[in-house]
């Protein structure tokens, strides 16, 4: 039989190896059948019984063949639906993170007229949970500056709450609510956990209790 010559295509790359080349696997295969037909007939087993052998033996094969082209099909699209799946979650990621830029420049410039409130939104807009902290913490902080310039009096900021009565503070329960969650970061420390999505909704308290009153 004639040798199969090297593929120049698959020359330099890894079907390049024989075991891997098609046309060398296709002759081999064909030389197997022919051998196996050869020692059929030259046994004395009858034509239509090395046929019907050789028919099950490639009925198997094709069989085989089949359900491996099959599962690496399925697996081709399940990857390619995990990459989709992976790339939609990236695109969304990063549209989310570019509104939250241009909200805070926005928020920032609308109260440039308080730095104090834009450092407190550039450590909510943070990517660290210890600037997330610090947030509630600064605004704490100026909520204790109001209420001494609204004239509530008391050593703590507690005690100039309980000195305000919701007919001259309309927050006064929101007040409440956030500086008791300033108590528990300084308080628990790091054991006290504060996810950014809380974060905002703490300092978006303290905005409304600061617009109430003019201060940003």
Do not use: C
């Amino acid at each position: 039989m004639d040798t199969i010559g090297t593929n120049p295509v698959l020359e330099n790359s890894l079907l390049g190896e024989r075991w891997f080349n098609p046309d060398y696997l296709a002759s081999q295969g064909i030389d197997f059948f022919r051998q196996l037909v050869d020692a059929f007939n030259n046994s004395g087993i009858q034509s239509a019984t090395v046929y019907n052998i050789v028919s099950s033996l490639l009925f198997f094969l094709i069989t085989f063949f089949l359900i491996i082209i099959t599962y690496t099909i399925v697996r081709l699209f399940e990857i390619r639906k995990k990459e989709h799946k992976h790339l939609k979650h990236e695109i969304e990621e990063y549209a989310y993170r570019h509104i939250e830029r241009e909200k805070k420049r926005e928020e920032g410039d609308a109260i440039s007229k308080n730095p104090r409130w834009v450092k407190t939104l550039n450590f909510l807009f943070s990517q660290h949970e210890s600037d997330w902290k610090l947030s509630v913490i600064e605004a704490d902080s100026m909520l204790e500056d109001l209420l001494d310039q609204l004239g509530f009096k008391g050593e703590t900021l507690g005690d100039k709450l309980k000195a305000a009565s919701q007919s001259n503070f309309r927050s006064l329960s929101s007040a409440w609510e956030v500086h008791t969650i300033r108590n528990r970061i300084a308080h628990e420390g790091m054991n006290f956990e504060l996810p950014q999505r809380e974060a905002k909704r703490v300092i978006a308290l303290y905005e409304q209790i600061f617009r109430e009153f003019g201060y940003i």
